[in-house]
């Protein structure tokens, strides 16, 4: 069984696909809490929630509002109640789909939607690669690996597997690294995080967004990282669903 949060379709708002138009599908529950990124949220039963701009994705607190999936068919359903341009993207977010990835339900979607035609696009943390021999249409796949840095507040030894970092650059049609950053973090020891990690992919194309869970935190770190990208030949990626529409919700 899996959690889904959310499905919605849209455009995508970051990396490489950008105003691309998706399907998403928002997937419950994370190996991480990524405090440090300061999002606040109340949960279901009226408690003040800090992490990520998905928190309500991650805390098991929000779990009630969640939907609980057992089949690949009900996640078909749920697609065929959309009316979709042929071989629309679809992407896999959350909170952290690739904890699923041993589980028969998101296998066989996925190798539904490959063979259906779909983009397939995974927004993870790159701690866990999916067994690509037992599922091939893991290798299908596009990956964001958006790797967390210092600034996630998570220990080194969580939030850094260069095993699973290599493992899905060697596996995948096409990953490419997305990076979190907020003003304050623009530092020398910034550059030696990001050098490390790209270390374990050395081809992948790095983009760095804004830290952010409303327009004003976006703006505010917005003009220092555009800056730090022209430095370091970077690319920029803006947040443009928050920007267009000051969330990250179902939009
Ligand atoms: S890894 Fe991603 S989804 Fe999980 S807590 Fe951190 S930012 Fe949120």
Known sequence: MIWLVEH???IQGEGRFIGKPSLFFRFGGCNMRCEGFGCKERSPSGEEVVGCDTVYAVDRSFSTQWIPIKSAQELIAIMQTYELPLGVDVV???????????ET???????YLVTKGHRVTFETNATIAPDFTLHPAFSSCVYALSVKLENSLEPRGKRLKPEAIAAIAA???????????DEASIDASLDDEIEEISSYAPN???FCMPVGGSKKEIEKNTPALVE??????YT???????????????V
């Open 228 to 233: 730090y990208c022209k430095e370091r030949g």
């Open 236 to 250: 920029f990626s803006d947040r443009l669903h928050i920007r267009l529409w000051d969330a990250n919700k179902g």
């Open 204 to 206: 992948l194309e790095i």
């Open 8 to 10: 919605f379709y849209s």
């Open 92 to 102: 896999f977010t959350g909170g952290e789909p690739l904890i699923y990835a041993n």
């Open 171 to 181: 596996n995948a049609k096409e990953a490419f690294f997305k990076f979190s950053i």
């Open 105 to 111: 339900v998101l296998a066989e979607f996925l190798e």
